[in-house]
């Protein structure tokens, strides 16, 4: 399978602060996500990105599709952004009208934000 | 939309019990997934089925666990006899037929002592 590496494991900051997280991938792929798994274990998708950049409010991703790697930007971050943040890729195939593949996740990104 | 609903939310068991995790994806979705969240592995891929029918089961650990989808409003997750090592939150996802989007359930936490 398709592997997916996140970094850092770990970022502590305090609110207000801006934070970049990296997401590499070994194959090519046709699909890439951003979730976040909030305190409570709520798994939220962000961004559908397989490449270039969007933005969202205080949160943009840009992918490089011939890079295999995919950054999520968190500026000015509050104390709601903290949980962990998913980076999931899939090289996606369509049979007759449907969608197969299956999604393969990283190990994540713990954000702590204190106030 | 509710949303892809699971149920239990919680479930408390001993070994050796047998444990069902129900879901129901988004009306309209024809894939459904089952995941598995623990500290040691990460969010794992169990099975997948598309239009009811399963494509990809080689993320179910042992013949203990087995999954079915009846119809495409539900979906089961079985684990005959439980283990305390099949302690985890079990998640179910679902996305509609070229959608790029997976929506995830709340979650089943399981622990089996």
């Known amino acids: 399978g398709i592997q997916v590496e996140q970094s850092p494991p770990d970022l502590i900051l305090q609110e207000g602060a801006n934070s970049t997280l990296r997401c590499n991938f070994s194959d090519s792929v046709n699909n890439l996500q951003w979730f976040h798994q909030n305190p409570w274990g709520q798994l939220i998708n962000l961004f559908y990105?397989?490449?270039g950049t969007k933005q969202n409010g205080r949160l943009s991703a840009t992918t490089v599709a011939t890079e295999r790697y995919s950054l999520l930007y968190i500026s000015s971050s509050q104390t709601t952004d903290s949980g962990v943040y998913f980076c999931?890729?899939?090289?996606?195939?369509?049979?007759?009208?449907?969608?197969?593949?299956?999604?393969?996740f990283g190990r994540g990104s713990q954000l702590t934000v204190w106030p | 939309d509710a949303g892809v609903i699971q149920s239990p939310r919680h479930e408390v068991t001993e070994m050796g019990q047998e444990v069902t995790l129900r879901c129901k994806p988004i009306s309209g979705h024809n894939s459904l997934f089952w995941y598995r969240q623990t500290m040691m592995r990460g969010l794992e891929l169990l099975i997948y089925f598309n239009n009811n029918v399963p494509i990809d089961d080689s993320g179910m650990p042992e013949d203990r666990f087995s999954a079915k989808m009846p119809n495409a409003s539900f979906s089961t997750l079985k684990i005959q006899p439980s283990e305390p090592r099949d302690s985890a939150v079990y998640f179910c996802a679902s996305r509609n037929r070229r959608a790029n989007v997976l929506t995830f359930g709340a979650g089943s936490r399981l622990t089996v002592l």
């Open positions: 990105i397989p490449s």
């Open positions: 999931a890729v899939e090289l996606r195939l369509y049979d007759r009208g449907s969608t197969l593949g299956r999604l393969y």
